[in-house]
């Protein structure tokens, strides 16, 4: 089954303590994207990945470090995690970053993440 | 810059009733658009989009929006609400058409009642 996962699905977690969410796609997608969700402000882009050993920043990347070694994966690392980075976060792929005409996102399940 | 404004963070509707879910965007140039869809406890899946091929969409589960220029909108409509229909909606706006360049709105969390 084509699918986007992410884990772990929930985690509570303290001020400082390095934490990383994972993300894994079987779809052989180029693009990956890493967003946050914060009621109110909808979905905002951290950062993205054209491809392996392309990174890019989004729209709110203060905070967090990605890397992608692999195609399928896209782990996103907060080194000193604060209470303002309490969210839901989202993993998203696509066939293409570049392919005009609109390329649909696939989104895994999302991780809550608190920060105490 | 480019950016969408849903209008309604919250709209009720009865089960039968019309759904109607405002989009309003920003665009410097004829942009791309898109719906999505999260049910509770999932992530967003596509509902529809448009790429200027043709100014009425449909989209899965009945669901249709019309791009509309002159009012620069791409209001989300179905004509009878079902109970499955409770979900948050989301528009989106990219005016490269690309993915990585996709901009969401806030979302309008859209509640179905008997």
């Known amino acids: 089954e084509a699918q986007v996962t992410q884990n772990p699905r929930y985690l509570i977690t303290v001020t400082g303590k390095k934490l990383t969410v994972t993300c894994s796609q079987n779809m052989n997608h180029e693009y990956m994207s890493w967003y946050r969700q914060d009621p109110g402000l909808g979905l905002r882009q951290i950062y993205y990945?054209?491809?392996?050993?392309?990174?890019d920043k989004g729209d709110v990347p203060e905070g967090y470090k990605v890397s992608r070694k692999e195609k399928r994966n896209f782990p996103l690392i907060l080194e000193s995690p604060s209470p303002n980075q309490t969210s839901l976060y989202f993993c998203?792929?696509?066939?293409?970053?570049?392919?005009?005409?609109?390329?649909?996102?696939?989104f895994g399940s999302g991780t809550q993440l608190s920060v105490l | 810059a480019q950016s969408v404004t849903q209008l309604g963070s919250h709209v009720s509707v009865s089960e039968g009733a019309l759904v109607l879910l405002r989009c309003n965007y920003s665009?410097?140039?004829?942009?791309?658009l898109f719906w999505y869809v999260q049910y509770p406890n999932q992530g967003l899946q596509l509902l529809l989009k448009?790429?200027?091929?043709?100014?009425l969409v449909k989209g899965i589960n009945g669901f249709e929006a019309e791009f509309k220029k002159s009012e620069t909108s791409f209001h989300l409509t179905k004509p009878s609400a079902h109970m499955s229909d409770a979900a948050e909606y989301f528009c989106a706006v990219s005016k490269t058409g690309t993915a990585s360049k996709l901009t969401f709105g806030t979302g309008t969390r859209l509640q179905v009642t008997l």
């Open positions: 665009s410097s140039v004829p942009p791309y």
């Open positions: 990945s054209m491809n392996v050993e392309v990174t």
């Open positions: 448009y790429t200027s091929a043709a100014t």
């Open positions: 998203a792929s696509s066939f293409s970053g570049t392919s005009v005409g609109g390329e649909k996102l696939f």
